[in-house]
């Protein structure tokens, strides 16, 4: 079952544009949505994360936006850059620990 | 300082024969945990150690797959009598433990995986 569904698939911007992904989630037993960066040949490393207890938060050039009714949420990136390109995944976790990720978009920002 | 590291970064097997992962997370870390990322797919919870205990074994595709952490660090992924759907990237993650009950919870920090291609 997949829990955590995520779109799009693939992304391309031109620099300076804001991409949007969305993700979308069935488990209300998740209380932290993080959003992860992964590069080629790299594992995931966080780029940013939140509650489901506050609709918005940003951190620099990214922002979470979370309907907590909707159990959707979503990573916008402003002016984005040639170096933003990479795969993005949004996840979510519970008290289980473990996270369940969305199955990745990625984004190609050109110069 | 030092992330998570994990040996060996390429394993190429022949179907059939069992191979051997290992994880070193950073250093002081509670948590540990391994996730399967297929090509093109997000990663996929496998098993979660805190220090050594194994609490949480539900991912494992099977009982050709068997996790360990003797001693609470270094951890090995064991994968016997390999398949070719067992072609993916390991991912090892380790974090502090502080998480605990709703609203709480804390960083994963992975490693760079480890590439096994079964043949």
């Known amino acids: 079952q997949q829990q955590v569904k995520q779109s799009p698939q693939s992304l391309i911007v031109q620099k300076g544009g804001i991409p949007i992904i969305n993700c979308a989630y069935e488990?209300?037993?998740?209380?932290?949505f993080p959003w992860y960066q992964q590069f080629p040949g790299k594992g995931p490393a966080l780029l940013i994360a939140?509650?489901?207890?506050?609709s918005e938060k940003k951190e620099g050039r990214f922002t979470i936006s979370f309907n907590k009714s909707a159990k959707q949420f979503s990573l916008h990136i402003m002016d984005s850059q040639p170096g933003d390109s990479a795969t993005y995944f949004c996840?979510?976790?519970?008290?289980?620990?473990?996270?369940?990720f969305g199955s990745g978009t990625q984004l190609t920002v050109l110069p | 300082g030092a992330g998570v590291s994990q040996s060996p970064r390429y394993k190429v097997a022949k179907r059939g024969q069992d191979v051997a992962l290992r994880c070193d997370p950073i250093?002081?870390?509670?948590?540990l945990f391994w996730y399967q990322q297929a090509l093109g797919q997000g990663p996929e919870f496998l098993t979660y150690?805190?220090?050594?205990?194994?609490?949480?074994k539900s991912g494992l595709p099977s009982d050709r797959f068997f996790a360990e952490r003797p001693e609470g660090s270094v951890s090995t992924l064991k994968i016997q009598r390999t398949q070719q759907e067992d072609s993916a990237v390991y991912l090892c993650?380790?974090?502090?433990?502080?998480?605990?009950?709703?609203?709480?919870?804390?960083?994963?920090?992975f490693g760079p995986g480890t590439r096994l291609t079964v043949l």
């Open positions: 488990n209300t037993a998740f209380d932290y």
């Open positions: 939140i509650r489901p207890d506050v």
């Open positions: 993650a380790s974090d502090r433990g502080l998480a605990g009950g709703p609203g709480s919870t804390d960083t994963q920090y």
């Open positions: 996840a979510g976790t519970g008290s289980a620990r473990q996270l369940t």
């Open positions: 150690f805190q220090n050594e205990a194994q609490l949480d």
């Open positions: 250093s002081g870390h509670v948590s």
